[in-house]
């Protein structure tokens, strides 16, 4: 299995982007997707969830701006991000949760997304 994240680039603060993340390999069904973003020189933090049945969870310093949903059909999930602050500026990694007989967890390899101020 493998994840291919897109989307990401160099925007000005307030601007948008759109991440995309596509899973692909013998999948059984996907559980949870979901992007984590690692700063220069922290840890990786979560940014969002989505569920299969569609359920989303954000992290309380991007609530509000981003948007996380999935196409199950493309095995797909996107994070809409709007009103960027240059605080958002790390890598972002999309994560899946995969059932391949057995539940799996899984990573992109990042996209790096830059917020000038």
């Known amino acids: 299995v493998q994840l291919q994240a897109s989307g990401g680039g160099l925007v000005q603060a307030g601007g948008s982007l759109r991440l995309s993340c596509a899973a692909s390999g013998s999948i059984f069904s996907i559980n949870d997707m979901g992007w984590y973003r690692q700063a220069p020189g922290k840890q990786r933090d979560w940014v969002a969830t989505?569920?299969?049945?569609?359920?989303?969870n954000y992290a309380d310093s991007v609530k509000g701006r981003f948007t996380i949903s999935r196409d199950n059909a493309k095995n797909t999930v996107y994070l809409q991000m709007a009103n960027l602050k240059p605080e958002d500026t790390a890598v972002y990694y999309c994560n899946a949760v995969v059932d391949v007989g057995v539940l799996r967890d899984y990573w992109g390899r990042g996209t790096l997304v830059t917020v000038s101020s």
């Open positions: 989505a569920t299969r049945a569609g359920a989303a």
